[in-house]
């Protein structure tokens, strides 16, 4: 599609669920156990939603979402060069094409409040707890953002709360007033065990209890409420979302547990851009 037709008169939507396996993601879609992002996730060539298998730029969170902001999206697999969505003006770039959203601002979240957007960003991960210097680089690239305990990854309704600051910012706006809203999802980043009913934390272990399939667990916690999300955005417009992972990380595969390293299962992501028709 072309962004430059989206941009302006489209609510923008950016959701990324941290740490989310692309294996996990395309498993649990094909088992039937997502069925609100089976409901606007693309179709593929049989007709049935998928996810698009995407590498990150980044193989954990901080990494990840500076490139993210700075217009470079998880990329296809298969052989580029890819256009852009979002790109910043500078030349010899062979990822901007004619629809590409151009932009002179040295992130599309700038860009966007450049653009007459309000921005708002809700943290979920400690690179957006603002109680650390670190934590205050990604969320100050927006107007407005929030980051609190209840949102973050050892509360159990993490993206409940999320959401939750999520109405209370589209209630601030003029309804007349565009909103780019990025949501940082932290329920799949450990500690997840908590997901998976009679998991126990276990101090012994790498993962401190958190399996494969607490990760799981926690995906279809989101997709409970994540259709809650995606009618708050497209209530007053149609919107513009996109949904991915910043990278997947490890239980045990190959010795090796969490993320930050160059491992196949951390490098690949499960990607979808789609639009959400307004409600009204």
């Not at 069925?35 to 693309?42: E, F, H, K, Q």
């Not at 927006?142 to 999520?166: K, L, Y």
């Amino acid at each position: 599609m072309d962004i430059n037709e989206i941009v302006g008169s489209h609510n923008l939507l950016f959701v990324t669920l941290d740490t989310l396996r692309y294996d996990v993601a395309v498993e649990l879609l094909d088992a039937g156990r997502l069925p609100n992002l089976a409901r606007v996730l693309p179709k593929d060539a049989s007709r049935r939603p998928a996810w698009e298998e995407r590498h990150t730029p980044g193989s954990f969170t901080f990494a990840a979402h500076s490139a993210f902001f700075a217009g470079f999206l998880p990329t296809p697999t298969t052989p580029g060069p890819h256009p852009r969505l979002f790109a910043a003006r500078f030349g010899g770039s062979e990822s901007t094409a004619t629809d590409t959203w151009v932009f002179d601002e040295p992130s599309w979240v700038e860009g966007l409040a450049a653009a007459g957007y309000h921005t708002a960003c809700i943290g979920g991960v400690g690179f957006f707890n603002p109680a650390n210097p670190l934590g205050t680089v990604l969320p100050s690239l927006f107007a407005e953002s929030h980051w609190s305990a209840e949102t973050g990854v050892a509360a159990r309704g993490s993206f409940e709360a999320q959401i939750e600051v999520a109405r209370n910012v589209v209630a601030g706006l003029d309804e007349e007033r565009r909103l780019f809203l990025f949501v940082n999802v932290p329920a799949l980043h450990q500690p997840n065990w908590f997901y998976l009913d009679g998991a126990e934390r276990d101090d012994s272990l790498a993962a401190k209890g958190d399996t494969r399939e607490s990760h799981a667990a926690a995906l279809e916690y989101v997709d409970r409420h994540i259709g809650e999300l995606f009618e708050l955005m497209s209530a007053r417009r149609a919107c513009f979302a996109i949904v991915c992972s910043d990278h997947g990380t490890l239980y045990g595969e190959d010795g090796l547990t969490g993320h930050r390293v160059a491992h196949p299962l951390v490098w690949t992501v499960p990607y979808a851009e789609f639009v959400l028709e307004a409600v009204r």
